[in-house]
């Protein structure tokens, strides 16, 4: 099968910033592909470099199978939707939704036809006749979807799509792109700096430091298996414990991760430690112990006793829960 | 919570901003009061009689109207080479960065603070270095300099506030540089470019001192006038072409701030 999209050693240098280096991915079709990482790690370039805004300084991209270097974005199969909407503020919502039609020259009765239907895609039916100054955020953001949609793409690309709305309609947004994109069967490609919003959202992630890509998998393998020290700090949530104290513990002397849902505080376990805070989360109470001075995380969850603070208890974790990672960024 | 603006100014206060905005303004409405005197060697106040004659003389003066005619020629030419000009340079500044772009930038600007003096003297020995001979387009020539630069500032802003992303968000949507520049680009500096041209078209109409460098034997519209002055004869002719110089010229001007007055609507759908 052909991938939808593919870098191979592709770099993007901006004078003697390397923002892409000698990045290789590949994005299978149909597949909902984040790129994760913190600002200026390269991930929003490599979304523009397959929108065809920037050129690779090297290396080599195709988008399905067909060589996308000195190919103008208007002659791409790929459309955007942009960080800040980019919605055109002259035009009614029908003729944004209808521009991509528009320029490629179909007739006004058909292109508004099918706007309409694509604004009842994303639930804004009989939205059109507004300007884009009078619609909230959210509607916004759903105008965009709309307005790149309607041209049928083989790849969306979408920029930190989430990152201007409130939680709530965030989370909704989150359900109904997932679900979009599994009706549209399209290939997603979205950059966000938000750990779980890749880790909920996306079929396969790809984390992002300094202009390379430090692991691209599923996010179950991201969450349990990050594979450095990176990947653990940025994905967060986990205990990330060096070599040190891994030692202390009776393990290897290697950077190790170990998330908190692993951990069991109870008398069967060999390490003592002494309960620092605790903070109830619902479904399960964090509780921040501090042992052989590190401080590690514990996920009691709900229904279990939870020790009170300043109570020194025992912890205990089967071997295999413990990963080991490398040492690099 | 925003206080209210306070109403009772103090009466010396009121007393001098009448007085001021009338030293600016009666000189004008004195001219538009002896374009109509009986009276006709001397401006003498108050006038001895009112008449409508010097319309129709002005209108039988084959020298008005060759006057006029160079004036809006010179005019439309300049503003329209100037809003070529100011809105591709404008563009370049504001949507690129490339090396000099700030020295570019100020170059472009320059014109408009140096004196009209200068700009005069300096492209008289130009175009005399250059064999190049006076004519409207060496008059065109000189007003482009200034006239560039209106457009350019009106253009450069608006540029400025709009978002770089549109024009790709239009690129990413299949629509060519061209179809970009029709669709999205226009219609939103539009008006900008509209007041800039009024102002570079009301500008060059009654402009006197980089066109006397750079003219030849012909006159504008400014230069007919001073010459007018000189002569005893027929005087209030003088005064009547003076108002249609305020009409020509102000109208554009109320125009051009009407249509910049709230610019964060941008008017004008291009359809």
């Known amino acids: 099968m052909t991938a939808a999209v593919s870098f191979s050693k592709v770099s993007r240098h901006f004078g003697s910033v390397r923002a892409v280096d000698a990045v290789d991915l590949v994005v299978q079709p149909g597949e ?79 292109r ?134 891994m030692a202390r513990f009776g393990g290897l002397e290697r950077w190790a991760s170990l998330r908190p849902e692993a951990i069991s505080i109870g008398a069967e376990g060999q390490l003592r430690a002494n309960v620092r805070s605790s903070s109830f989360l619902g479904a399960a109470t964090r509780v921040s112990v501090l042992a052989e001075g590190v401080s590690l995380s514990v996920m009691v969850p709900a229904g279990q006793p939870v020790p009170d603070v300043g109570a020194d208890v025992n912890l205990g974790w089967a071997p295999g829960d413990v990963h080991y990672m490398d040492d690099v960024a | 919570m925003r206080s209210e603006p306070q109403t009772g100014a103090s009466f010396p206060l009121k007393l001098a901003a009448g007085v001021g905005i009338a030293f600016l303004h009666l000189p004008i409405l004195l001219i538009l009061v002896y374009a109509f005197t009986t009276e006709e060697k001397s401006f003498q106040w108050p006038p001895p009689g009112l008449t409508l004659k010097w319309f129709a003389v002005a209108w039988n003066r084959p020298d008005v109207w060759d006057a006029l005619w160079l004036s809006v020629k010179v005019a439309s030419i300049s503003t329209i080479i100037a809003l070529v000009l100011g809105t591709l340079a404008a563009a370049a500044v504001s949507q690129t960065r490339f090396f000099g772009r700030e020295a570019i930038s100020l170059l472009v600007i320059l014109p408009i603070a140096l004196p009209g003096i200068i700009t005069g003297i300096a492209l008289r020995s130009a175009f005399s270095l250059a064999d190049i001979p006076y004519s409207m387009w060496t008059i065109i020539l000189g007003h482009g300099t200034f006239c560039v630069v209106v457009v350019y500032n009106n253009a450069v802003a608006r540029f400025r506030r709009t978002s770089g992303s549109l024009i790709e968000a239009s690129m990413d949507l299949g629509a060519d540089g061209f179809q970009t520049f029709r669709h ?65 010229t102000f109208l554009p001007i109320l125009a051009a701030f009407y249509l910049t007055r709230d610019t964060d609507e941008v008017a004008g759908s291009g359809k």
């Open chain 1, 112 to 245: 508004h036809r099918q706007a309409e239907q694509a604004l009842e895609m994303v639930k804004l039916p009989g939205y059109g006749t507004r300007k884009p100054g009078q619609l909230s955020g959210g509607q916004r953001q759903r105008v965009a979807l709309a307005r790149a949609l309607i041209n049928r793409p083989r790849v969306l690309l979408l920029d930190e799509p989430l990152g201007a709305l409130d939680l709530k309609l965030r989370e909704q947004m989150q359900e109904e792109l997932k679900s979009l994109q599994r009706s549209l069967g399209i290939t997603f490609i979205f950059v966000t700096h938000d750990q779980s919003e890749a880790l909920s959202m996306a079929d396969r992630v790809a984390v992002f430091n300094n202009g390379r890509i430090v692991q691209a998998a599923s996010p179950q393998e991201i969450y349990s298996r990050p594979k450095t020290r990176f990947v653990a700090d940025f994905v967060g949530s986990s205990n990330v414990i060096d070599p040190a104290a």
């Open chain 2, 184 to 248: 999205i680009i226009l219609p939103n500096i539009a008006t900008a470019l509209l007041a800039g041209g009024m102002l570079a078209f009301a500008l060059s109409f009654d402009e006197v001192i980089v066109t006397t460098f750079t003219g030849g034997q012909q006159s504008t519209l400014p230069i007919w006038m001073l010459q007018e002055l000189i002569r005893p004869r027929q005087r209030p002719v003088t005064n009547v072409v003076a108002v249609i110089v305020v009409l020509v």
């Open chain 1, 32 to 110: 909902f592909f984040a790129m994760l990482g913190p600002s200026g790690s390269g991930k929003t370039t490599c979304l523009r470099l397959i929108a065809g805004f920037e050129q690779p300084s090297a290396g080599h991209i195709e988008i399905f199978g067909e060589t996308a270097e000195g190919v103008p974005p208007y002659r791409r199969n790929v459309n955007t939707v942009f960080q800040d909407y980019a919605l055109f503020p002259h035009l009614s919502i029908l003729d944004n939704v209808a521009y991509g039609l528009m320029v490629k020259g179909m007739g006004k009765t058909e």
